[in-house]
């Protein structure tokens, strides 16, 4: 009997604990959940057009020129010499300084009147000019050849003239003839006094100068 009381304590217990237990419980709320703020993923920037670089145009070659065939200069024709000219009966050689802007041609009309006597004149002074008869420098010393009776030779005389301090043959031609290119006179007439330096002549030098070139 005992035992079965118990059983019957212990049960009625288990009850009221089950019961006491259930009232206990609190409504618990579900309180809501915030929403996580999402916020939209940034666009990607846009990447720059990269243009491919030009490629670098090929410049053909030039084509080889041809070879030319070398061109053959024809060579210039000798300077005849001076044909022999028969000598002027009863002839005489006279002097003749060349002037500025003479030539053969121009001296052969103006002492015989015939352009022809040109080569006369050449053949007569071949040592003096050359071969080149078209090259005449002035102040030259040519031989003519005139007959006795029209030859006139030019007179002239030799004075003194002192060096001044500063002076060369090529003023002292300018002052005294009237051109530069006459010094060449001085020096053939004081050649041997000054030698084979005519740009040096001491002050004081006494030179001798023609009183008259033609």
Same mark, same amino acid.
């Given at each position: 009997?005992?035992?079965?009381?118990?059983?019957?304590?212990?049960?009625?217990?288990?009850?009221?604990?089950?019961?006491?237990?259930?009232?206990?419980?609190?409504?618990?709320?579900?309180?809501?959940?915030?929403?996580?703020?999402?916020?939209?993923?940034?666009?990607?920037?846009?990447?720059?057009?990269?243009?491919?670089?030009?490629?670098?145009?090929?410049?053909?070659?030039?084509?080889?020129?041809?070879?030319?065939?070398?061109?053959?200069?024809?060579?210039?024709?000798?300077?005849?010499?001076?044909?022999?000219?028969?000598?002027?009966?009863?002839?005489?050689?006279?002097?003749?300084?060349?002037?500025?802007?003479?030539?053969?041609?121009?001296?052969?009309?103006?002492?015989?009147?015939?352009?022809?006597?040109?080569?006369?004149?050449?053949?007569?002074?071949?040592?003096?000019?050359?071969?080149?008869?078209?090259?005449?420098?002035?102040?030259?010393?040519?031989?003519?050849?005139?007959?006795?009776?029209?030859?006139?030779?030019?007179?002239?005389?030799?004075?003194?003239?002192?060096?001044?301090?500063?002076?060369?043959?090529?003023?002292?031609?300018?002052?005294?003839?009237? *051109?530069?290119?006459?010094?060449?006179?001085?020096?053939?007439? *004081?050649?041997?006094?000054?030698?084979?330096?005519?740009?040096?002549?001491?002050?004081?030098?006494?030179?001798?100068?023609?009183?008259?070139?033609?």
């Amino acid at each position: 009997m005992k035992i079965r009381n118990f059983l019957k304590m212990l049960l009625i217990l288990s009850i009221i604990g089950l019961v006491i237990g259930c009232g206990s419980k609190e409504i618990v709320k579900e309180e809501p959940v915030a929403k996580a703020e999402v916020k939209p993923e940034p666009k990607p920037e846009p990447k720059p057009e990269v243009k491919p670089e030009p490629k670098p145009e090929l410049i053909p070659e030039p084509e080889p020129e041809p070879e030319l065939e070398p061109k053959l200069e024809p060579k210039p024709e000798p300077i005849p010499e001076p044909e022999p000219v028969p000598e002027l009966p009863d002839s005489v050689t006279v002097m003749y300084m060349t002037k500025p802007n003479d030539w053969l041609s121009k001296i052969a009309i103006s002492e015989y009147g015939e352009v022809s006597m040109w080569r006369s004149i050449w053949k007569w002074n071949y040592e003096e000019i050359g071969d080149n008869p078209n090259l005449i420098y002035p102040y030259k010393e040519l031989n003519l050849k005139k007959p006795r009776e029209e030859a006139k030779e030019i007179e002239y005389e030799l004075v003194d003239y002192t060096v001044k301090q500063g002076e060369t043959l090529w003023s002292i031609a300018k002052d005294e003839y009237g *051109n530069n290119y006459a010094w060449i006179v001085i020096l053939r007439d *004081n050649y041997d006094l000054i030698g084979t330096n005519p740009d040096s002549v001491d002050p004081g030098t006494i030179l001798k100068l023609r009183t008259k070139l033609y």
